[in-house]
């Protein structure tokens, strides 16, 4: 089910200069925010878990997928590209899940480390508040590469939808808003970071249980309604 070359030419086409750049910048703001941090706060375990918790995994890792999720097929869908790919001989599945791997690689690469290495920053891993958020990080990237793969399929205007997602709901409301936090993907990767944290800095409003089910359901239902779009736009080009 896994396409080395629709792989590589996705992986071109997301590091490309421009993203490449906005890829980079989140990171290397969050490494320059816990270096600032750790100077003036010192060592705490509860900044430390505000910073990866309201910047890291509520701000950066939604955006970087955004750009992820929705650059792995919207611009082709967009620039009409997509019908040279799928005149090949290819599964419309195995493009799916292909570029969803993509997509989930660059996420996880962009997101997560930089995470694993502002916690140790912050607090050099005191109660396992960096590993905690590191893979919260890592399946958060998996459930926002496949909601936002779906998205680039569906609308031409997948970015600025998302990025609304991204700042309004995760960043904002996910955060604030009591009844909408059950719905948020921050809150469901937060579960399992709370589950990895051996402090009390870290919590989430839903349980591990229904994280873990909601995570797996959104990223399968995500990953088969987009290659079931897939399918209709080659059908309607076909006609």
């Known amino acids: 089910m896994y396409n080395p070359t629709v792989a590589r030419l996705t992986y071109r086409a997301l590091l490309g200069r421009r993203r490449a750049l906005i890829l980079f910048a989140l990171p290397a703001l969050l490494i320059l925010m816990s270096v600032v941090v750790r100077m003036f706060v010192g060592v705490d375990d509860r900044v430390a878990?505000?910073?990866?918790?309201?910047?890291?995994?509520?701000?950066?890792?939604?955006?970087?997928?955004v750009i992820?999720?929705?650059?792995?097929?919207?611009?082709?869908?967009d620039d009409g590209s997509i019908v040279y790919l799928l005149s090949k001989p290819v599964k419309r599945s195995e493009i799916i899940i292909t570029k969803l791997f993509v997509?989930?690689?660059?996420t996880m690469a962009f997101s997560a480390i930089p995470t694993f290495v502002a916690g140790w920053i912050l607090n050099g891993n005191g109660q396992q508040i960096a590993i905690a958020y590191t893979v919260a990080a890592l399946v958060a990237s998996i459930a926002y590469s496949a909601l936002f793969l779906l998205l680039g399929t569906v609308s031409r205007h997948a970015v600025v939808i998302g990025l609304v997602y991204a700042l309004g709901w995760e960043a904002l409301f996910g955060s604030l808003v009591a009844g909408a936090r059950t719905l948020s993907v921050q809150q469901w990767s937060l579960a399992v970071a709370e589950r990895i944290g051996t402090g009390d800095e870290i919590t989430s409003?839903?349980?591990?249980?229904?994280?873990?089910?909601?995570?797996?359901a959104v990223s399968v239902a995500a990953t088969w309604y987009a290659s079931q779009k897939l399918r209709t736009l080659t059908l309607a080009g076909e006609e």
């Open 68 to 77: 992820a999720g929705t650059g792995a097929i919207g611009p082709e869908i």
């Open 205 to 216: 409003d839903v349980g591990l249980p229904l994280a873990t089910t909601l995570l797996v």
């Open 103 to 106: 997509a989930v690689a660059v």
């Open 49 to 65: 878990a505000e910073v990866l918790g309201g910047f890291a995994l509520a701000t950066m890792v939604p955006l970087i997928g």
